[in-house]
């Protein structure tokens, strides 16, 4: 399936100097994880309606949140996030069908059988509501073990479904939603080791049994002087596109309290990051997308660090101008 292209450059009228319409200048999407709770607050609608032409839930399409007990799904904050992007003409990455940390308790305690069921249920109850308002689906997050013996994170799924729990993810969510592109996301395998071979390897497998993928996101949470190199993630992307896939930078944010030198030279450290790993992304005729796990320092799941674009009274840090000059091809 190929991706749907991005949308060209900004209406007229627009700014012509915010991070989407540079990136929609260069086909490419520039997203940012949200939260419905924040929807209200003008500085933060603001900015992601400025700044964004592609949306995350951060939390609030997981299992967890839409059916905390059985049979009884919640979809209100979800579509709070699905309607002002729609109002804003941007695209949504549905997040995430599976995840083992956000699977409700009730689902955790089924026996096999009835688990086959309840995950088939989930994907088909969920797609089916927001059909035609997803770009794209992370179908699985984070199945590939971080070391040891087995390539696969031994989570309920694979417990008590097998190995092959993936693959009927991913067939029941093109059954579901055929216009969605369906991606694989996980962290710690942006560029070269054992985990991005196992990420690879997985893939090549899925693909080479006719399985319904369409791309893989690389979450990309990073730390400012501790990370893979620009070369290694450039060869991951390639030899992943070499297998069809679309790459999405699909969780970035960059860590910097634990950066050596003063507060300047960590911001100026955090700017070369994000430049650094964006520009990779914009080289790379595959990588459709680059997605912030939120935009402000406000809001942030790495309560304590400062690792995104905008600070907590909403302005723009020196990444945000390391990120623009990346989408502006330097
Ligand atoms: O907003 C509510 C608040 O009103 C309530 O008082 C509080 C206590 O119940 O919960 C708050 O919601 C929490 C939400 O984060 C916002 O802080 C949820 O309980 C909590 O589960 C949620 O955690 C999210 C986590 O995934 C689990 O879903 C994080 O925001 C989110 O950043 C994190 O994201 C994951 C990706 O999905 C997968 N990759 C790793 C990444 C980081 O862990």
């Known amino acids: 399936m190929s991706p749907t292209p991005p949308p060209s450059g900004p209406p007229s009228g627009a700014p012509s100097d915010t991070l989407k319409a540079v990136a929609a200048g260069r086909g490419k999407l520039v997203g940012t994880a949200v939260q419905a709770g924040f929807l209200s607050d003008p500085p933060y609608n603001a900015v992601a309606g400025r700044e964004f032409n592609y949306l ?16 009884v799904r919640d979809f209100g904050p979800g579509d709070a996030i699905a309607g002002f992007a729609a109002s804003q003409g941007m695209r949504v990455k549905g997040h995430t069908f599976l995840w083992h940390g956000a699977t409700p308790s009730w689902v955790n305690a089924l026996p096999a059988d009835e688990l086959r069921v309840a995950v088939e249920q989930h994907i088909r109850a969920v797609a089916d509501h927001y059909r035609g308002r997803i770009h794209a689906w992370d179908v699985v997050n984070e199945a590939i073990a971080d070391g040891g013996g087995s390539a696969l994170r031994d989570t309920v799924f694979r417990q ?26 996980d962290y710690g395998g942006e560029g070269s080791g054992v985990k991005a071979d196992r990420i690879y390897a997985l893939l090549q497998e899925l693909l080479a049994n006719g399985v319904p993928i369409d791309g893989v996101g690389l979450q990309m949470h990073i730390a400012a002087g501790s990370r893979p190199s620009d070369g290694a993630i450039a060869a991951n992307m390639r030899r992943l596109a070499a297998l069809g896939l679309i790459v999405h930078i699909s969780e970035m944010d ?44 406000a809001h942030t799941w790495l309560s304590g660090d400062r690792p995104l674009l905008f600070d907590a009274r909403y302005q723009p840090k020196p990444a945000y101008d390391g990120v623009l000059e990346a989408l502006r091809g330097r």
């Open 56 to 71: 995350t839930a951060e939390y609030q399409m997981k299992w967890n949140v839409i059916e905390p007990s059985r049979g």
């Open 254 to 297: 960059v860590r910097i309290n634990d950066t050596a030198g003063s507060e300047q030279m960590r911001l100026e450290a955090q700017r070369t990051t994000y430049q650094d790993v964006v520009r990779v992304c914009m080289l790379e005729p595959r990588c459709e997308a680059v997605t912030f796990w939120g935009f402000t320092d």
């Open 160 to 185: 008590k479904l097998g190995d092959r729990y993936i693959a009927d993810a991913f067939r029941a969510a093109r059954a579901a939603d055929p216009s969605a592109l369906l991606f694989y996301n």
